[in-house]
């Protein structure tokens, strides 16, 4: 079993084995600044869901302070969906022996949110990322399910090998998946 | 059209792309990273969470009504198919349903539910993309989870244009982005989603859903009405069982760690406002027995319903690999498809179980142990039993009594044997296809030259041998026993006839089983005074201590399975270093190793691997599969096994060729005939042939 501190690399590693576009940032500064490119000329709502953490709300903050051309969506007055090119989640755990993001969903707003848009951004602090599934174990998710929630592991973009076996990404999910891992532990 | 037609159609509208096999090759190359990540822990723990999941089946279900009660989702259990359907229909009336997405449909397929639902007007999507294009070419699965694999680029571009009414062209990207688009709307329309399950959960009601493409999630968030139809052994008791399968089944099934959408979803989530409203989605679970039930109340087929559906066997499977679902299957298809057809279809649709030749691959790739060659051959017996064994198998029957004649006079049968009018005689009355060469017989046979032999002051061994080395090459016998002598064993040649696989691998049970008690008498008295048996073929190894004990279902036959050895793990349980002083080494040769089908690993190891090794040669190890002739089914003639052993034994032989070895060595004599047949570059030696005396 490795330490914590290797969660962090393998994770990382993992991420990149399965073509998903990976950042480690030192700190929300560093985050925002990666962040900015991406969402700055998006044209349609960005709807964020998942985990309330305090650099979601740090982030968001500095997002609304910068003026930048981009609107937030509160994905509770969703408006229809079918233009959304990109959103932004906060995911509960990442797995970091498979690379996996873990969110909770209680509506299926949060999952039209994850899945409809062409491109998805996960953003996660690293005491965040466990080993692996059976971690989940440990930490009681059947807890989650309990409470009436939906369990959701996003481990890479949407795929089919379905056509001579080649695999084509964003077939109904997102295209590209971009995972920015906060360094700092919150 | 009859089934060795549809083979010999469907050989030849695959050949040159064989697009199975080439599926399944890339399959197990993604798979080679992740696969040594499944500890043997894990699938002990596979095994035993299904075994007890269908053990305690009533009680789960029980447990499961509960919670969903509670919940207030609704559940059903459904007798059979037309039960379920009208399930389905009175809930589309009820909520005035036109349109409906589906997602993980294996088991609405095994029930033909679209038909129904079209026949009443309704419009049914299915969204994984595999499922849409068998839908729209009005196809059957020609594999349990991808498909249309069956389909080329082209025959795709072609069913969509016509779909779309515009061209398509045959570029995966394009159509993925055309078939994106529709999808996109035709989510956020349905009236209800249909979605199968990877597993149901007892103790919240989950359904755990695996994907890549991410289409349940989609289908399930639009969609007021969330309709769960999944077959009745789907239930698990708890997440960790879950959590436990997942790991063991996401990288068998794809090679990935997780798939990329794996999802616990529970009966109470909300779905998408489509009108502004939050509503809780009204979910409906039907669990489907069709069959079940009853196998688990049989002690054999039980345990086809252990299967978590990874598709691994189907990947192993030489004749599927070359055919594909649509001839190896029926709706479920591959090795998991013989029982599983058999389960839910009735026996009647399981005449593609004879195409399966008991390699046993499948077992030794099986996640779960499911002892799928076994079922199958009970499949065939109960098969034969009904609506009466093929032709073509009771005349296979006759080979080892063709054997024996023509072991009678060596040099006469080494002359017609391979005449065309002879040939035409036996592929009418034997049913061995007439461009088999045989193999010569030898002057004498093992029985008229063995002596016993050797001290015994290290023990004593009872030698089994099977016709092929008794008959064509008993020299090599010798060199086996020469080296057991020289090791300290007493050896003598029992009392015994060929182990009788023929029989087995066709269903013939009940004869099989005289042989098996011929044998196993023979065996056991030895055995009780201290006997070691040792075989030296793979298949004579495999049939006493796998299916004789099974077939008899005796005392005596399990103790001569335990105290049964092959050749080289006998050597291995003495270790190697005495045979250094007994045969020469080789010079430091490269050899392609081709592991017979029947060899059964022995702890995660090969012994004669091992055996090759120490005699100072490189083993280049490539566990490609079959060599095509599986004892007698490739010789069963045309579509029956021969075209298709052909072409298996033509794919094994290529990737040998491309790995420049200097040989290709086997322990097996059927394999290293049929290699000898098929290599035009490439020298094939049979193991035994290796070992030089010092
Ligand atoms: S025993 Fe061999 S041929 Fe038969 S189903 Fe299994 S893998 Fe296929
Ligand atoms: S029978 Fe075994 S290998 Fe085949 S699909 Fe089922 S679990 Fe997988």
């Known amino acids: 079993m490795l330490e914590n501190r290797d969660f962090l690399k393998l994770f990382v590693t993992r991420l990149r084995e399965i073509d998903v576009d990976t950042h480690l940032c030192k700190n929300v500064d560093e985050l925002y600044d990666n962040l900015k490119g991406l969402v700055e000329n998006v044209e349609t709502p960005i709807p964020i869901v998942g985990n309330g953490t305090d650099y979601r709300r740090e982030l968001i903050k500095k997002m609304l302070k910068d003026g930048l051309k981009f609107r937030i969506m509160v994905p509770d007055l969703l408006e229809p969906f079918s233009d959304i090119e990109l959103s932004i989640g906060f995911p509960e755990y990442g797995l970091a022996n498979t690379g996996t993001l873990v969110y909770k969903a209680s509506s299926s707003i949060e999952e039209v949110s994850l899945y409809f848009p062409e491109k998805h951004i996960s953003i996660i602090s690293k005491d965040r990322i466990i080993y692996d599934l059976e971690d989940l174990e440990k930490l009681s998710v059947e807890n989650i399910l309990e409470r009436g929630e939906s369990l959701l592991l996003i481990t890479g973009s949407s795929s089919t090998a379905d056509i001579e076996g080649e695999i084509i990404r964003g077939v109904h999910g997102p295209r590209v998946l971009y995972v920015f891992v906060l360094e700092e532990a919150r | ?694």
């Open chain 2, 1 to 694: 059209m009859k089934l060795e037609e549809r083979v010999l159609e469907k050989l030849s509208s695959f050949r040159g792309k064989w697009p199975i096999l080439q599926s399944s090759l890339r399959k197990k190359e993604r798979k080679e990273k992740v696969l040594p990540e499944i500890s043997m822990e894990d699938l002990r723990n596979v095994r035993s969470i299904r075994e007890k999941a269908i053990q305690e089946l009533e009680e789960n279900i029980e447990r499961l009504k509960r919670v969903l009660e509670e919940k207030g989702a609704e559940l059903y259990i459904a007798r059979d198919g037309v039960e379920a359907s009208k399930i389905v229909i009175k809930i589309c009336k009820e909520n005035n349903v036109k349109l409906i997405v589906k997602s993980k449909s294996l088991t609405t397929e095994e029930i033909e539910l679209n038909k129904f639902l079209e026949s009443e007007g309704i419009e049914v999507i299915e969204t994984d993309l595999g499922e849409r294009l068998i839908q729209l070419a009005g196809q059957k699965p020609s594999h349990i989870l991808g498909p249309a694999l069956h389909m080329t680029r082209y025959e795709v571009a072609e069913i969509l244009s016509k779909y779309y009414g515009r061209k398509i062209l045959p570029d995966p990207r394009e159509i993925v982005l055309e078939v994106r688009r529709e999808f996109r709307e035709k989510y956020q329309r349905a009236d209800m989603v249909i979605t199968g399950a990877n597993l149901i959960i007892a103790e919240n009601g989950a359904i755990v859903l695996v994907t890549n493409e991410g289409n349940d999630r989609l289908s399930l968030a639009f969609a007021p009405i969330h309709v769960v139809i999944a077959g009745v052994e789907k239930i698990v008791p708890s997440t960790k069982d879950a959590l436990r399968i997942l790991k063991v089944l996401c990288r068998k099934a794809t090679g990935q760690r997780l798939s990329s959408y794996v999802s616990f979803n529970v009966p109470s989530s909300l779905a998408y406002p489509k009108d502004g409203m939050k509503k809780i989605r009204k979910t409906i679970y039907i669990l489907i027995d069709n069959g079940r039930m009853n196998a688990r109340r049989d002690e054999d087929f039980r345990e086809a319903l252990y299967c978590i559906r990874c598709a691994s066997c189907l990947e192993v499977c030489p004749p599927y690999n070359m055919l594909g679902g649509h001839v190896f299957g029926y709706i479920y298809s591959g090795p998991m498809g013989i029982p599983w057809t058999m389960i839910t279809h009735g026996l009647k649709n399981t005449e593609f179980a004879q195409l399966c030749n008991i390699c046993g691959l499948c077992k030794e790739e099986c996640p779960v142990d499911i002892d799928l060659p076994y079922l199958n051959i009970l499949v065939k017996k109960m098969y034969g039993e009904a609506y009466g064994y093929p032709s073509i198998n009771r005349k296979i029957k006759r080979y080892e009594k063709l054997i024996d004649l023509g072991s009678k006079l060596p040099s006469f049968s080494n002359t017609i044997m391979n005449q065309r009018l002879f040939k035409k005689l036996i592929e009418e009355y034997v049913g061995i296809d007439r461009r088999i060469s045989l193999p010569r017989f030898s002057s004498k046979s093992l029985g008229e030259i063995f002596k016993e032999i050797g001290g015994g002051e290290r023990g004593k061994i009872a030698l089994f041998t099977d016709s092929m080395l008794y008959y064509f090459l008993p020299e090599l016998a010798l060199k086996a026993v020469d080296i057991l002598s020289k090791l300290g064993f007493k050896i003598i040649l029992p009392k015994q006839k060929s182990s009788g696989m023929p029989l087995i691998q066709n269903g013939f049970i009940n004869e099989a089983r005289e042989v098996a008690l011929y044998n196993v008498s023979s065996l056991y008295k030895l055995v009780d005074r201290g006997y070691k048996v040792v075989t030296l073929e793979p298949t004579s190894y495999l049939c006493i201590s796998r299916y004789y004990p099974k077939i008899l279902q005796t005392r005596e036959s399990i103790k001569v399975s335990e105290n049964t050895y092959t050749f080289y793990s006998l050597l291995k349980t003495i270790g190697w270093s005495e045979l250094e002083n007994i045969v020469k080494k080789l010079d430091n040769m490269s050899l392609i190793y081709h592991k017979p089908c029947h060899t059964l690993m022995e702890n995660g190891s090969i012994p004669v691997i091992d055996f090759i090794e120490k005699l100072n040669a490189n083993v280049m190890f490539r566990n490609a599969g079959c060599c095509g002739l599986a004892g007698t089914w490739g010789m069963k003639k045309n579509g029956h096994g021969y075209d298709i052993g052909i072409e298996i034994g033509k794919w094994t032989l290529d990737m040998y060729e491309k790995l420049r070895g200097e040989m290709i060595v086997t322990e097996c004599t059927a394999c290293y005939i049929q290699f000898s047949n098929l290599s035009k570059h490439l020298p094939v030696k049979h193991v035994l042939e290796l070992i030089q005396p010092l």
